[in-house]
């Protein structure tokens, strides 16, 4: 007879030596991008992943922005609780493969009827103990296989959190580029039409002595009025800047802010260095994210195949049973029982064939997910170094082209008021420097986010 107390023993000992894993070993695809970037992008040394964002975003107004916004963002906040669910599920998941031990006490009252007619009888029975319900032991590695596809899921979850906060600290970049373009080119706007209401007056009291014509006349109002209707859309712009900068914050924006730097004063770091295309594997939360994704996918095919084999479950009780209760707990009243049970599936209407097939269908739509999320991390890479190689020389001759258009305002200025040209000659060269000034606005804001896009691209900005 077995005794009571080899009975948990021999319930962790086969627990210790089940789970022989069916999961197929993974192999993770073939690097599909080149061994390095463009020829033009790969002198320099180092990657800028490594430097915190405080050290590639200079502005300290911009420094704090991003620091309240990792603090408020609600986005970040519900993807930082999705980390925690899915914590908990892997905890769940992880806790079914060991055995559910609880207390029980219970008693029965029954009446039995005598035998040929005898007397009814009444029964009892009282019980108190320790069980054990239903405990599976892992002989093929499902429930690990099922605790591994969970775990995985869970490290997905939390590189997805730190790629939201990855894309945060760039979209208040952006952001904050915006606001800053939208500020400058209000500021460029108010003073061009200062400039323009004053060749208005000037040209009004010509005409009242009847030294310009009405054209002229014409000519200069709506020049006026087209500065006085682009002001409108200049401020439009920049509470639109403001709004979409305090929902990132997830708050108003405080009054205490440092003042920010202009866009000539380059707010952002721009010249970075890229690294190599391997770097990405480790550096883009997306990317291990979906890395993790594909282990689970992986790990989804071993419980699949583990459903084909025989399922081993043991049920256990240890404790007291008596007829009475003054009795329960004397020493003869110790009792035992112990129930192994073994089920084959036979027939499920192909049902488990089905869920093996969706596994690996799955397991191959993760290693394309995969293979995308390190093509576009590539793309973005190089997108980013386009920018870097082209926009300071495109900024440097725009600077010329604005140098150009005001020396040109300015003798086109002189030479009318000596009535040597007209004021079509006058406008046109106004209306130059005007568009010169804002194209050269938004080349200086594209720069700043293009560094932005190629810091992301790269895997930096999680790092203070």
Sequence with gaps: MMRYHCILPMAVMAAALSACSLTPS??????????????????????????????MLLDPRLQRLVEIALLNNRDLRVAALNVDAVR???????GARYPAIGAVAGGTRQRTQGAAGGAAAVQNQFTAGVAMSAFEIDLFGRLRSLSEAAFARYLATEQGRR???????????????????????????????????QA??????????QQRSSLDLAQ??????????????????????????????????????????????????TQLPPGVPSDLLVRRPDILQAEHTLVAANADIGAARAAFFPRLSLTAQLGFASPAMGELFRGNARSWSFAPQITQPLFQGGQLRAEL?????????????????????????????AGSQTY???????????????????????????????????????RQLYAA??????LRRDQFKSAVALYKALGGGLEE
């Design 357 to 385: 097939q969706l596994s690996r269908i799955r397991t191959e739509v993760a290693v394309l997910q995969y293979e995308q999320a390190i093509q576009s991390a590539f793309r973005e890479v190089r997108d980013g170094l």
């Design 163 to 197: 790629a939201a906060q990855l894309a945060l600290t760039a979209a208040v970049a952006d952001a904050c580029l915006e606001e800053r373009l939208a500020i400058e080119q209000l500021q460029l706007t108010q003073a061009t039409l200062q400039d323009w209401r």
């Design 437 to 442: 000034q804002q194209t050269l606005l938004d």
């Design 26 to 55: 993974l192999v993770k695809p073939a690097l599909p991008v080149p061994s390095a970037y463009d020829a033009g992008a790969t002198a320099g040394q180092g990657n800028a992943a490594d430097l915190g964002w405080r050290q």
């Design 220 to 269: 200069a109002e709506g020049q006026a009025a087209t500065a006085e209707a682009d002001l409108q859309a200049r401020e439009r712009a920049r509470q639109l800047a403001r709004n979409n900068l305090e929902l990132l914050l997830g708050g108003p924006v405080p009054g205490d802010l440092p003042a920010g730097r202009a866009l000539d004063a380059q707010p952002v770091l």
């Design 88 to 94: 908990a599920q892997y905890q769940i998941q992880d």
């Design 392 to 430: 300071a020389l495109q900024i440097a001759a725009q600077q010329r082209v604005a140098a150009s258009a005001e020396q040109r305002r300015q003798l086109s200025q002189l030479r009318y008021a000596a009535g040597q040209d007209s004021r079509l000659e006058l406008l046109d060269a106004q």
């Design 200 to 209: 208005l007056a000037l040209t009004q009291r010509l005409h009242a002595a």
